[in-house]
């Protein structure tokens, strides 16, 4: 790459109190390419991008656009130098249709009709298919997204932000996104790309800068670098990958069937006909991109949502009607996605999060008074054995980073010596060690011999864990298929609600995504 | 530049200096406006802190009614506490103290003028379970229909007003009372009396009800699974799910244990200080525990001594209506300065002041 950088950045630092989010960062950005930002949860990025984007200010360094200094002050003053940026977590009203949300972005927004027509050029124009007079509250995450898109496009920008785009998307719309992204390109727009899956870097991506603990580690070119070398600039080390035994399936011992749930807001997932089957010593793998019912399907396992008590069954046992605790008692626990205000109480300490879930099979309790000092035991029996990164267990939950606190909620359910564990989105935010040792922890205990089902977006993970692999599509479970053998195409088909596909090989030809 | 920084987790030390540093502030603050109102403030702070208790002239009257008034601030505070804790709001503690004094007062008069023993206990639980009733309107209100706990539990007491008023001048007035509204004098009726346990000290049945509400409030926080449930709830409403907590019985539990002790304090004032069922029997003491629950940070200890403190300022206050002709808005607003304070430091619980000098590029 030569000639003159698009934006170039010189030697930003920024520090937050305790700790330094960027150390003397320095890269460039050519005009008209993909530009990957990698790093791992913590690195950096977000800091990075927020500060090109006007919403944090640097300590000190300096940015130039096309020569001249950048130093934006708002987003708005980002956005009129031609930077945009589509979020991680999107800001749209699900009550409003597509052009009213777009409308609401922009400085001066055109009429309605004018917009819509607008929105309706540039999405053909960019193969991005979107309606705008649909509701969002109506659209899958992918259409959210192209929204999002859209909405940046319309302002014609020099530089597009993307932060993590795909961790929403299935293989199939990442393929539309990556198409677009490619077209931009081609046009003269350059791509910031933030990301920490090296695969679709190496497909889209002609220039990588990696972040590691807010320093630039390493520059390459990702179309002729490997994913593994990658990776080890990105974490510093070689990761284990891990190990699994062999697995022997043992008797069903949690059966779900003819599980149909309404939601409970009107913009929730409803559950229908819910069908599972789950060994002893099985790992199922539930993919699906978030806001299929993921929640919502946790919730009735858990015991929060209660159901007609034959639609859940643990060893043969009705359950659908009990509540969390005589689940727990019985032996299912669950760890929800969400870890502060769901699986764990933030201003609460860590022994008060151990009463949470264990009082039932660790007998934290004497006919209602609570023995402190066996739920203070079990605390730090938990961060001992999972490596929970804390001073001690009577800090708050929320003074964890957010690894740490996954491996303590994990750590606390698999302590309890479950017969059967579901975990939702188990590394979440993780960074790669710690969600190597959860994945460990997950395969030793269904190694031991309990039921194991993993939802996930992550198919990399489910991919990693799974002895069985089904999909979450729009609140229906798709038919569940081994996971040795299934390829991306397959499994794109399958989250993008594909649900007939019985025998594999004669009939996912005729299904669409 | 000073800049809030959050603690990783709440400060303990600040926890138990937030009040003190909110005294101290009322105090320079109360001062000042005493200053400007043309009174001596230092005279008036030592009038409204220090007199009730140590000056011979005073104290002799103001060190009982210290007790005599903290007694019901506390019982309330500690049943509106629980339900704070766990984000149920109730607002109407006055009504529910209406409603046990009526209640109790009524149960008793209805036996006049026997004197069995069993009167008086028969009157304190008419009034526990006056209260209880009173508060469950809003809690099956909230339970079956989603309504919000602080309107309905606020505006029944003005229900509860009328319904005194009612009384006062119709069903329990005194037969003998010369058309006069009021009821018999309960506190002079051998069996409905609520007396003086120790000479000149204030303490009557409410006040040790109340302490023995403190102490049953720090085990239940702190020993019992049904207080780390309510801490639960109010904290993290999902995770209280999670957890197996039911919500809408933490709403029944909270609002009828806050009821039922507004209730108590209402049937023990009733039949002791007050004495009577009369149109103005009710003095906001439902409405001052809130501010000592807060004043206590929902603390049991705490709440004992917001209200013993909440108490003084009333003596206090009088007094210097009394000796200074400070105007009686002025020390309302006095008190009003005291959770203004509390509530303004508390950010230094959760957060922590930086002062940064080096600019930003």
């Known amino acids: 790459m030569s000639g003159p950088a698009l934006l170039s950045i010189k030697g930003i630092t920024k520090a937050y109190p305790g700790v330094v989010a960027n150390s003397d960062v320095s890269f460039d950005i050519q005009p008209g390419t993909v530009h990957a930002l990698l790093g791992e949860n913590g690195a950096g990025k977000s800091t990075l991008v927020k500060m090109i984007y006007g919403l944090v200010r640097p300590d000190s360094g300096s940015m130039e656009m096309n020569g001249a200094s950048y130093t934006p002050a708002e987003p708005r003053a980002a956005r009129a130098s031609g930077v945009a940026m589509v979020f991680q977590h999107f800001s749209l009203f699900e009550a409003l249709n597509v052009a009213e949300n777009i409308s609401l972005g922009m400085e001066n927004p055109p009429r309605q009709r004018d917009l819509a027509q607008q929105i309706r050029e540039v999405s053909d124009a960019y193969g991005l298919p979107l309606d705008p007079d649909r509701l969002v509250g109506d659209l899958s995450a992918g259409e959210r997204q192209r929204v999002e898109i859209v909405r940046c496009l319309l302002q014609d920008p020099k530089l597009l932000v993307m932060d993590e785009p795909t961790s929403v998307l299935t293989p199939q719309e990442v393929e539309i996104l990556f198409r677009t992204l490619r077209t931009l390109r081609d046009e003269g727009t350059s791509i910031l790309y933030i990301s920490h899956k090296l695969e679709e870097i190496r497909v889209l991506c002609n220039e990588a800068t990696i972040l590691r603990l807010g320093k630039v580690v390493g520059e390459c070119d990702p179309r002729d670098t490997s994913a593994a070398e990658m990776a080890e600039m990105m974490v510093g080390k070689s990761l284990a990958t891990p190990a699994r035994g062999n697995t022997q399936l043992g008797p069903v011992v949690l059966k779900v069937s003819g599980l149909s749930v309404d939601p409970a807001t009107p913009f929730g997932t409803p559950l229908r006909h819910i069908g599972i089957e789950l060994h002893a010593g099985e790992v199922l793998g539930i993919g699906g991109v978030a806001g299929n019912g993921q929640d919502e399907l946790l919730a009735t396992l858990s015991g929060e949502t209660p159901t007609a008590p034959g639609s859940v069954m643990l060893n043969r046992q009705p359950i659908g009607n009990m509540g969390p605790n005589a689940r727990r008692a019985l032996g299912l626990l669950c760890a929800p996605e969400e870890r502060l205000g769901h699986a764990a109480a933030p201003d609460m300490s860590l022994v008060e999060n151990a009463l949470l879930t264990a009082r039932m099979r660790k007998g934290l309790d004497r006919s209602g008074f609570i023995d402190w000092k066996a739920t203070r035991a079990f605390a730090s029996e938990v961060i001992e054995t999972y490596d929970v990164r804390t001073p001690g267990p009577d800090n708050a939950a929320r003074s964890l980073s957010g690894g740490n606190l996954q491996k303590f909620v994990i750590g606390r359910e698999i302590m309890q010596d479950p017969k059967v564990l579901v975990v939702n989105q188990p590394t979440w935010g993780v960074d790669a060690s710690a969600a190597a040792a959860i994945r460990q922890a997950i395969l030793d205990l269904a190694q031991s011999g309990a039921g194991v089902i993993v939802i996930s977006q992550d198919l990399d993970e489910l991919l990693e864990v799974a002895d069985n692999f089904t999909a979450l599509n729009e609140g229906r479970l798709s038919n569940v298929r081994a996971t040795k053998g299934l390829t991306m195409e397959t499994i794109g088909l399958m989250l993008g609600g594909a649900h007939d596909m019985r025998d594999p090989d004669a009939e996912t030809i005729h299904v669409e995504a | ?361």
């Open chain 2, 1 to 361: 530049m000073l800049r809030l920084e959050k603690r990783p987790s709440p400060s303990r030390g600040w926890t138990i200096a937030t009040p003190v540093l909110a005294v101290v502030l009322t105090m320079i603050a109360g001062g000042l406006m005493f200053a400007a109102l043309g009174k001596n403030p230092v005279e008036a702070i030592r009038i409204i802190f220090w007199d009730p208790l140590f000056n011979m002239q005073f104290a002799s009257y103001a060190r009982p009614q210290i007790l005599v008034k903290a007694g019901p601030l506390i019982l309330i505070a500690i049943g509106l506490s629980l339900g704070f804790r766990a984000g149920v709001w109730n607002i109407g503690a006055e009504g529910q103290y209406i409603m046990g004094a009526l209640a109790g007062a009524a149960f008793g008069l209805a036996f006049y003028p026997s004197e069995s023993p069993l009167i008086f206990p028969g009157m304190i639980i008419a009034g526990a379970l006056a209260g209880w009733a009173w508060a469950m309107i809003p809690a099956i209100l909230k339970t079956r229909f989603r309504t919000n706990e602080i309107l309905v539990s606020l505006l029944l007491v003005y229900v509860a007003e009328k319904l005194l008023a009612s009384a006062a001048t119709g069903l329990l007035r005194n037969p003998e009372g010369r058309g006069f509204p009021g009821s018999r004098q309960l506190n002079r009726i051998e069996s409905m009396n609520n007396p003086e346990l120790i000479a000149n000290t204030g303490m009557h049945w409410g006040v040790v009800v109340a302490f023995i509400a403190v102490i049953m409030a720090y085990v239940l926080l702190n020993k019992h699974l049904l207080g780390y449930q309510i801490k639960l709830a109010g904290q993290a409403p999902r995770a209280a799910r999670f957890a197996g907590v039911k919500p809408n019985r933490l709403i029944m539990l909270c609002l009828g244990t806050s009821g039922a002790l507004a209730g108590l304090a209402g049937l023990f004032e009733v039949t002791g200080p007050a004495g009577q069922i009369s149109i103005d029997f009710n003095v906001g003491y439902g409405f001052t525990a809130i501010i000592v629950a807060f004043l206590g940070r929902l603390h049991p200890v705490g709440i004992l001594l917001a209200g013993l403190l909440m108490a003084l300022t009333y003596i206090g206050g009088e007094l210097a209506q009394l000796m200074l002709q400070i105007p009686a808005p002025a020390i309302q607003a006095f008190q009003g300065m005291l959770l203004f304070f509390l509530l303004a430091v508390d950010v230094l619980t959760n957060y922590r002041i930086r002062i940064k000098t080096e600019g930003v590029a």
